[in-house]
């Protein structure tokens, strides 16, 4: 399959450049760093061209590819936008970059085996319950049964009178 990158957008573009621009000043920071103070601790470098005889190497180790990152995100994000500016120009005049691609998820030349695997599930074997003994202790009473429900309405007493009625043997008491 074939593809052709027509353009490239200036904002994304802009977006991964500082960060790798960034990233790269930062690392080639360090390493001019520690060559120039190497370079003027050997006394290959007279220290006239640095500027002062206070700096340390750990004051250019921490200074120098700060500068370095800030420099480089800017500097090189800023080439990078005119590339592009000049590949999408060309684009329209030429044409865009052909990227050939293959889809490899699926292919259609896989060569088959000459015999067929049979596949051999193992079987699990699965636990058995064990019997559970009987108690030696005696099985509890049945509950007992409860009084009948009574559905009609002039079984239940009405009043204070009848209550007393019902329950003679309660004579001291009053509901």
């Known amino acids: 399959m074939k593809l052709e990158i027509k353009s490239i957008g200036i ?3 802009i977006k991964i450049s500082v ?5 790269v000043g930062f690392i080639f920071g360090i390493f001019y760093a520690m060559m120039i103070s190497f370079m003027s601790t050997a006394g290959l470098l007279p220290m006239d061209i640095i500027g002062s005889d ?3 190497f750990l004051g250019m180790l921490i200074v ?3 500068m370095f990152s800030i420099g480089a995100a800017v500097f090189g994000t800023i080439w990078c936008v005119i590339c592009v500016f000049i ?4 684009t329209r005049i ?3 970059l052909e990227i050939n691609t293959e889809d490899i998820s699926v292919k259609e030349n896989i060569p088959q ?3 067929e695997a049979i596949l051999v599930k193992p079987e699990i074997k699965q636990k058995q319950a064990m019997p559970v003994p009987p108690s030696p202790l005696p099985a509890p009473p049945p509950p007992s049964p409860e009084p009948p429900a009574t559905d009609n309405v002039n079984d239940l007493p009405t009043s204070k009178d009848e ?3 019902n329950n003679s043997s309660d004579s001291n008491y009053e509901i």
């Open 11 to 13: 904002w994304s573009l």
């Open 19 to 23: 960060f790798i621009n960034m990233i």
């Open 54 to 56: 206070d700096i340390t």
């Open 64 to 66: 120098v590819p700060i």
């Open 87 to 90: 590949y999408n120009l060309l």
């Open 94 to 96: 030429v044409g865009g």
């Open 113 to 115: 085996p000459q015999h």
């Open 163 to 165: 209550n007393k009625k």
